[in-house]
């Protein structure tokens, strides 16, 4: 039965993946895999002795840590809010408001905060109210991280609902039942119901998050960064996009995705090992 | 589950698709592997006048490919004897066009003739990828020699990555002065000022633009100047101190007597400084450094901006879209270069253009001999206004008996994808084009633009480092990139960095790859100059 | 039934959370609002920047522009048939493998090492280069079917499915297998049935990304008849630095690029988010219970 699975992944997934020995080639589409040379190590080098590393790296450790900590646990809570919404119109008109914006692209989403952001944007009309000097807040590289975050709630929390719905849907009424007969407020139903059945659910999104922890979504970062922000913006995959992509280097590309790569997985492997301790939940 | 057999067959797959890409991934240095995917079935034996196809690649901003068959196919057959194809590939700032020929180069599918991107032609030219043309030019396709002047072939060969001096490349070329600052007459005569000569007189000109409402409208919403993000098409702020800039990019030329590039020069220090100033007192757009290129056009659109920096034949666009806007037929002239005390300014003017066709290094003549038939009828002068035209309902109409380009249609527009007119612009031909497509209605903006193109040639200065080839960044992409000439300009034209900061700037360029570049860029001057 | 005690706090903490909510999707539809006003605006207040949440000099002309395209009917045509036909397909597929990935060591010897390759398959992603060259060389260039084909097993989703069939109920497997069950039979009359939810959160996420795709049109797609609609809407991006010369003006026109693309991405976004409400009804409370009285 996991025949046609295995073959797709085999197929699209590992062969490609074998590919990714031209991070250890100086890699040229004329010579291919076979005839380029082997440079070992030579571009995780370049990567890492680059003066700007510390600060690029930095700066991707810095926001995927917000990403977990402030993004992730949105979702959640917002699940468990809709899921006290009774009128059923009500409830589908909340959720699919909060997921629109998951379908805009980032493209059209970054010019909308510009546009916010803007001197005669919403931000500077509302602050001035208050006596406040107009501030473009995209160039001022203190405001970055604040906006990265919340820009990443505003189009993603409702979005990431839609599962822990799904989850909470299969919570067997009758424990609410049984609860609300023993006289448990809702507050205790979300605390001794509701949140410990969603916990393993939870759990493995989290680890899935953890796997792709320096992974900050390219268009994101990319289309809010200016070089006004770079000090605290610029994240590795917008740092080889300039060095690597644009100029089509493939090895140094490919070596600096495989860091970010290994790093996740081992992140994955550590905190898989953790969640087997704390409930039966876990990857593998 | 019988796992054997599971593994055997998951073995057999991996081993059957492994063998075929690996066949897929030979060496295509002088292969012929001709898979162009619409080749011409016509007969293969060598006939006089067969139409032969040839796959081209090349700018397409979201217009619709050339297939076999289609109008704009037919029109180029008809006009220049050879099917051109040109598939529909996504520029988006030519990284995914790059992106997209390098996958066709390594399945072995490079496109018969295209335009080269981020310097790929040097590796292009050291594998044999690409055809030696400096015999191949003059014997089939003399034209292309005519239109390009002898300079620019000399400094095609001194870019050679092979060393011995051969052409790989047909270069852009621009044989007139096209940018200047841009400044609004009428405000100028509604405030009874004269056109500025100095830099002093340029300040108090953009002062009483800010404070003495030029644009009537009773509210203090002009912006004297101002220019787009990473710095840039703000040049004229950057021209006057003698800057060499081309579209907001530093550039590089003979300061001291030495070729260097133009960033790390005591004149960059002086022009940010001036920049800093203007930022402070609202007479640049605060926005500048925000603004993207529809957000400035915007503002110059809207009546509110006065002077900007541009390309001088596009004013029309100007023009045309502010009274369409506004109501108001404004009146645009060229800004002098602004004289300042110490330094000879000018508008920098790079004759050399970008590699613009290269030609793909094929054993099979038919091919060859078509590709080189489309140059030499591309080149040929006498074809470029109908080239430009394009096809009749598609491109233009006839109105009242003159040709006159149709609106911008991606959805029904196919790609002009040869425009010899546009990469080897000459001044005559282009104003050329505008007396011809004027309509009474639209005289007035056309007389404005022409004349002030022919105004900009006098401030217009060709840089020492036209046509220094990409390959001196080789291995510095930051470099490239102006990574850190754009952080470090932003933030002090911002007033978040003090000017000092500035010699912090050079120094870490300097460090970071800036030394071994002017070195190699130095090495190619001399090399060219001889 | 049970009947409803609700206290007053109870009462006003659902208000609450109500009033909360229904502020966070007015917040979250601003983004739409200022894409809608966008299309529905002339081409001067949009050029002028005047343009924020609402249609200033209203005009239909980039709909009609629009709506006028026969390309962009048969993109949207398309893009249907390949996000319907791709999710019921990737929806199979992965199904096929999250079950017997459920399976606990004894029943399933090689469940933990598969997750494990699953999970890589996760994280490290493919150069594009060796991949461009696989999908090539299995048939996929200048072929529709790449439009469906590399989308029928996500890694995510196969984590997701197979972490709902982990939690099914082990008692209703029981009885099923004394009946002389076999897995295939197990699979598709008992276990799927019942997981509507998690099947209509893999129908939405597959369906998400067959109807935004781009990357794979992009690289593998030479026939603009082929082209889904992310594809027909990325021709109305421009880009700053390409500068012709002898440039057309098009002040004649109500619309221009801006309004354009505002509108494509509305015309691309509609049925999409129509869908959800209709899938919300699986999400409903109890689907599994009624088996295991039974």
Known sequence: MAIPGIVFLIVFKYIPLAGAVIAFQDFSVFKGFTDSPWVGFKHFETLIDHPDFARVFGNTLMLGFLKLALVFPVPVLLALMINEIRKSALKKGVQTALYIPHFLSWVIVSGIVFDFFSLSGLFNIVIGWFGYDPTLVMQESGYFRIVYVITAIWRDAGWGTVVYMAAISAIDPQLYESAMIDGASKTRQIRHITFPLLLPTVLVLFLLEIGNFLDLGFDHVFNLLTPMTYSVGDILDTYVFRTGIQQAQYSFATAVGLFQSVIGFILVFVFNKLSKKVSDGGLW | MDWKKIGLVSAALVLATTAATACGNNNNASEEASSSPAQSSSASSSGGDEIVDVEVWGTNIGYKPVEKGSKLYEFYKEKLGVGVINPYVEWNGGTNYLNQLNLKIAANEMPDMFTPQQGIEDSLAKNGAIADLTDLLPKYAPNVMKVIPEEMWDIVKANDPTGQGRIYYIPGSVDYGRYAGMIRQDWLDKLNLSMPQTQDEYVKVLEAFRDQDPNGNGQKDEIPTGGRQEARWMDHLFAMYGVAMFEGYPDWDLYNGELTYSAVTPNMKAALEFAAKLYKEGLLDPETLLNDKAKWDGKVNSDKAGNYFHWVEQNNLYLENLQKNTGVQGRFSVLPVQKVDGYEGFYTWKRVGPPQWVVKNTKDEKKLQAVLKLLNNMYDKNNWKDLYLGVEGMHYEMKDGKAVKLPDDKSTQENQILNPYSSSATLDFTVDLFNSTASADNKWIYDQVTANMEEAQKYAKVIAGDGLPASIYEGYADINNRTLYIEYASKIIMGKYPIDKFDEFVDKWNKSGGEEVTKRAREWYSKVKK | ?294
């Open chain 3, 1 to 294: 039934m049970v009947t409803v005690f609700e206290t007053r706090s109870e009462k006003a903490f659902v208000s609450t959370i109500t009033v909360i909510l229904i502020l966070l999707s007015v917040v979250a539809l601003i983004p739409l609002l200022s894409v809608i006003a966008t299309s529905l605006s002339s081409k001067s207040a949009v050029d002028m920047n005047l343009v924020t949440l609402w249609p200033k000099q209203f005009t239909l002309d980039s709909w009609s522009y629009i709506v006028d395209r026969p390309d962009l009917w048969r993109s949207f045509a398309l893009t249907l048939v390949t996000t319907v036909v791709g999710t019921v397909l990737a929806l199979l597929l992965t199904a096929l493998l999250a079950y017997p990935l459920s399976k606990s060591k004894n029943e399933f010897r090689w469940g933990a090492v598969l997750m494990i390759g699953v999970v890589i398959a996760m994280i490290f992603k493919a150069p594009i280069v060796p991949y461009f060259l696989t999908v090539r060389e299995i048939g996929l260039y200048d072929n529709p079917l790449v439009l469906i084909v590399p989308h029928l097993l996500n890694p995510f989703n196969l984590i997701i499915m197979r972490t709902f069939f982990k939690q099914f109920s082990k008692e209703l497997e029981e009885a099923a297998f004394l009946e002389g069950c076999g897995y295939f039979r197990m699979l598709f009359q008992f276990v799927l049935p019942l997981s509507k939810a998690v099947l209509a959160t893999l129908a939405l996420f597959y369906g998400v990304v067959l109807w935004n795709q781009f990357q794979h049109p992009l690289l593998f797609l030479q026939n603009p008849d082929w082209f889904p609609l992310q594809i027909k809407i990325r021709q109305f991006i421009t880009d700053d630095n390409v500068i012709m010369s002898g440039a057309v003006s098009t002040a004649d026109l109500n619309y221009n690029e801006r309004t354009l693309r505002a509108t494509t991405v509305l015309f691309a976004i509609i049925p999409i988010i129509a869908v959800y409400p209709f899938l919300q009804k699986y999400f409903v409370k109890g689907a599994m219970i009624g088996s295991v009285k039974g």
